[in-house]
């Protein structure tokens, strides 16, 4: 089953506004990654916190990480349109037969950002 | 440097047909992977070779095989293909020292199988 799971599923803002999303994951982690994907087109890496640290900040973007209850957030401020996108957490984690690490991705959450 | 590469960007295949995704990455990283995305999904991992010469299965590796040909390349074969297996395949590539990188995605095969 996939590890993280984000919250909303879909998020509709106008620009301008902040925009936050939530992940919640199930084991022990590496580090948490935050990933950005436009409809139809790849992955595009955003911002890595470490299983050590608490707040990243990144640009616009800022993340939180709380390990105690496994959650991580991203806020965006003053979106634009152009972050329309979805968005993907996704848990750097060491694989069951501890043969190397691997991500693992939630189901996104939605961004629509309206002029 | 191109990072990451899949061929082809699409295919159809015909129930049962077979094929081979490639991936190709030119930035010397040890770790290699491939996901699938389906709709409204995020994405999960078929198979990932940590080095040149391991692989290992991932979430979803029913219906897949995978060779680690040499430290660039990584392919992903689907011996019969079926309509189950129509999505979105992404390789990806991370090198291992420190371990705190993030990963490089190739952007997408677009798979359908009718």
């Known amino acids: 089953s996939q590890q993280g799971e984000e919250d909303p599923q879909a998020l509709s803002i106008q620009e301008g506004e902040n925009a936050t999303m939530n992940c919640s994951y199930k084991t022990s982690i590496n580090n948490l990654q935050w990933y950005r994907q436009n409809s139809g087109r790849g992955l595009v890496h955003l911002i890595l916190?470490?299983?050590?640290?608490r707040e990243k900040h990144s640009g616009r973007l800022r993340v939180t990480l709380d390990t105690s209850k496994k959650s991580s957030s991203l806020l965006i401020t003053a979106s634009r349109a152009a972050d329309t996108a979805s968005y993907f957490c996704a848990t750097d984690a060491l694989m069951n037969s501890n043969s190397g690490y691997a991500l693992n991705f939630g189901k996104g959450t939605s961004l629509l950002v309206t002029p | 440097n191109a990072g990451v590469t899949q061929t082809p960007k699409f295919q159809v295949l015909k129930t049962g047909q077979s094929m081979t995704l490639q991936c190709a990455q030119d930035?010397?990283?040890?770790?290699m992977y491939w996901y699938r995305q389906d709709p409204g999904m995020g994405l999960r991992l078929i198979y990932y070779?940590?080095?040149?010469?391991?692989?290992d299965k991932g979430e979803v590796p029913n219906g897949y095989n995978v060779s680690r040909l040499n430290k660039r390349e990584f392919s992903l074969r689907l011996e019969s293909a079926a309509p189950s297996q129509t999505s979105v395949y992404f390789c990806?590539?991370?090198?291992?020292?420190?371990?705190?990188?993030?990963?490089?995605f190739g952007s997408g095969t677009r798979l359908t199988v009718v």
């Open positions: 930035m010397n990283h040890n770790s």
């Open positions: 990806a590539s991370k090198i291992d020292r420190g371990r705190y990188y993030g990963y490089t």
């Open positions: 070779s940590a080095s040149e010469g391991t692989t």
């Open positions: 916190i470490r299983s050590n640290e």
